[in-house]
């Protein structure tokens, strides 16, 4: 990648599209973010789970005209952005292809240059997007669909991973939950949702791998548990309510009991939470109950996917803006596998 000045770059275009969300914002540092979409495809509510080639598809569709929507909103000319950002990686191959495509071709029409951007590292910085981010250090807790993983995180780019989950992620253990219990996609918000007309302490659930030190977590148990209860009562709106709340509270203890551990382990003072299933009410109550003025969160609107937290995350590494033209994507990246940023960013 070839290297460019980087004192240069202070509006960035973000395009994000590692999965079933378009995202595209504009950010300006010191402005924050000017303008933003984002378009949630429905389409795979149908099919239970994220079809990636319809995903590809709608991609193809959305990109242009949010674009120009967010273009338009900021009263911004194209001449006017400094570097185009864009999801390479971690996602589905297809979707990432398309976002690295149309930001790779429309950074070299305007001739500006591309920065290849980690989406969890977008989720690790969105909290940075908040009136009164963090300071770091911080210990990072990223739950999404895909992810769940604590990291340590020392400055913008030092990230040394302290556990992930051994099976499934979070997200995906609500998104299956939900399955379940009949209702839709994505599943967190819909079991959050029945959950609050449920009793959490009418049923038992495991607190997956808490009784035993480390970081890690393990999901898979705890769904095959709630399966077999499901299967076992079956029935009632009310027992499936309470189904719901009991296993939302058993993801919400574990993770609490693993943020304070890990706080504990690395001497930390503050916890970052970002990714989907930080939008979680009952979760956001208890890390708020328990670590009292030192947890802190993206805006509720920007815990899913979006393409202010990659506009956001290019901007951190503009110091890697390379020239424009190079379609390239990273459908698995490991985190701590990114180059430490070359310059401490000012917040
Ligand atoms: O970060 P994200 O948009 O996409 C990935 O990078 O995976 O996270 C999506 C995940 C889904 O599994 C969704 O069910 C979960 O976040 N999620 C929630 C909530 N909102 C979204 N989980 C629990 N409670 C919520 N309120
Ligand atoms: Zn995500």
Not at 112 to 126: D, K, N
């Amino acid at each position: 990648m070839q290297s460019q000045s980087t004192p240069s770059v202070t509006t960035v275009l973000g395009i994000e599209t590692s999965c079933d969300e378009t995202g595209v914002a504009l950010y300006r540092h010191g402005d924050g973010i000017v303008a933003q979409a984002v378009h949630t495809q429905l389409d795979h509510a149908k099919y239970g789970g994220v079809v990636p080639e319809l995903a590809s598809r709608d991609h193809v569709r959305k990109l242009a005209p949010m674009i120009r929507q967010v273009l338009d909103e900021a009263g911004c000319r194209p001449a006017a952005i400094d570097a185009v950002a864009y999801t390479a990686g971690p996602g589905l191959a297809g979707a990432l292809l398309v976002g690295s495509a149309v930001a790779e071709g429309y950074a070299r029409g305007i001739g500006r240059p591309t920065i290849a951007v980690h989406h969890m590292e977008g989720h690790l910085l969105s909290p940075m997007l908040e009136p009164d981010p963090p300071d770091f250090p911080f210990v990072a807790l990223l739950v999404s669909g895909g992810h769940t993983m604590l990291i340590e995180v020392r400055a913008p780019g030092a990230y040394r991973l302290l556990g992930e989950t051994l099976d499934d992620a979070a997200g995906e253990a609500f998104d299956k939950t939900a399955r379940l219990l009949g209702l839709g996609y994505p599943g967190g918000p819909e079991v959050a949702r029945l959950a609050e007309q449920g009793n959490a302490e009418r049923f038992d659930f495991p607190r997956p791998m808490t009784d035993r030190p480390g970081l890690d977590f393990s999901f898979s148990g705890l769904k095959t548990h709630t399966r077999l209860l499901i299967q076992r009562e079956a029935g009632d709106p009310q027992t499936r309510a309470d189904i719901a709340a009991g296993f939302e509270r058993a993801v919400v203890d574990t993770l609490v009991i693993k943020c304070r551990r890990a706080l504990k382990q690395t001497r930390l003072d503050r916890l970052i939470v970002a990714g989907g299933v930080s939008a979680n009410r009952r979760l956001r109550q208890a890390l708020d109950a328990k670590l009292a003025g030192r947890v802190y969160y993206p805006p509720l609107a920007l815990c899913t996917d979006n393409g202010a937290m990659i506009a956001l995350a290019g901007w951190y590494r503009r110091a890697e803006a390379g020239q424009a033209g190079k379609v390239a994507v990273r459908p698995r990246w490991p985190l701590d596998e990114l180059p430490p940023l070359t310059e401490a960013a000012p917040a």
